[in-house]
């Protein structure tokens, strides 16, 4: 009898708490209906701001627990931070546009806790019009020959209501600049050269724009200046980057055991008479074989061959050119 009554209380006191075991608490569940805002175009250092709406479609309160912005500019404010059951926040993401221009893409990512959803991407794109545009980019770049110069245009836009003069331009001796006022105030075209005779090298330099732009009276443009030798390399060396021993030893992964450079003359054609690589872990294989004035040369490492460490070699290319009988390669890469 005292057995049956225990069992019947242990039944009671199950049955009492059972309801508490297996509920679940009330969960949240976030949704963005639109998480991309276009705001069009817009002119430099104009606000932009767009309210997104989150809402909460479960049954427990939503929390915002951060958000993570991917571009310079952009700020973001959350109200409120908790979302209650079937209720909505907004997220207002405003962008700085005083130092960006051109088509923008910025991305807030918000983190919440939905255990179904880390959080939400929200993206606002569109494109700032600069107040001085460059086009088709705010940089020179010019590949030219020691004894045939090269020259580029720039077409600079000025988008803003007051007119603009340029009044000089600064640049160093290996470049020759000159600026036409196509529509006065707001349209230039500026051409830069190579000068005839720069000695064959890589030239990193700039051009200045001084102009009675109050407040911002100097354009500086980055000059990249390749003038290259009439027979030459390109590129100039070839780099393996970091490679493992086990993945170059696999079939599939051929790619990555060759590089090509190109050989190359102007004006006539010449012959490669040989091609000597110091490292045995090397071959190297010319097209065409015949006289040409391009040619094209893989390097590829011998798998069987390689072992950990550096790998620094040279290679060097005979020619029957008088004036460059020999071109030197560099080589290099790390095996892990």
């Avoid at 088709?136 to 110069?149: D, K, R």
């Avoid at 006065?184 to 500026?190: A, D, N, Q, T």
């Avoid at 390689?306 to 290319?317: E, P, Q």
Wanted: charged letters at 20%; a neutral charge.
């Amino acid at each position: 009898m005292r057995d049956r009554s225990c069992t019947l209380l242990l039944l009671i006191v199950a049955a009492s708490f059972s309801p508490l075991i297996h509920a679940k608490p009330p969960l949240p569940r976030g949704t963005v209906a639109n998480d991309t805002y276009d705001f069009g175009s817009v002119r430099q250092g104009a606000p932009v701001s767009h309210a997104f709406i989150i809402k909460n479609a479960g049954e427990g309160p939503l929390r915002i627990t951060g958000a993570e912005l991917w571009m310079p500019g952009l700020t973001v404010r959350v109200a409120p931070v908790e979302v209650p059951a079937q209720g909505e926040a907004a997220v207002t993401v405003e962008l700085n546009t005083e130092r960006v221009a051109g088509a923008i893409e910025g991305k807030v990512q918000i983190q919440w806790n939905d255990p179904t959803r880390s959080g939400a991407s929200l993206t606002l794109k569109g494109y700032v019009v600069p107040r001085i545009a460059i086009e088709p980019m705010p940089a020179v770049f010019l590949s030219a020959f020691t004894a045939e110069p090269a020259e580029r245009t720039l077409t600079i836009r000025n988008n803003e209501p007051r007119p603009l003069r340029i009044t000089s331009v600064e640049h160093s001796a290996r470049l020759s600049v000159s600026v036409a006022d196509v529509e006065p105030g707001k349209v230039f075209i500026l051409t830069a050269r190579s000068v005839n005779g720069v000695p064959a090298g890589r030239y990193e330099e700039s051009l200045t724009l001084v102009t009675d732009k109050p407040g911002g009276d100097r354009i500086d443009l980055p000059v990249h200046l390749w003038v290259k030798p009439d027979l030459y390399a390109n590129p100039e060396n070839v780099d393996f980057g970091t490679l493992r021993v086990e993945d170059v030893q696999r079939s599939d992964v051929t790619a990555s055991l060759t590089q090509t450079f190109f050989l190359k003359r102007r004006g006539d054609a010449f012959r490669i008479t040989a091609i000597v690589c110091d490292s045995s872990a090397v071959d190297v294989t010319q097209s065409p074989a015949g006289p040409s004035n391009s040619f094209q040369i893989d390097v590829r490492l011998r798998a069987e061959a390689l072992r950990r460490g550096s790998l620094d070699a040279k290679i060097r290319v005979m020619t029957t050119d008088p004036a460059f009988p020999e071109v030197v390669i560099p080589l290099s890469g790390t095996l892990i």
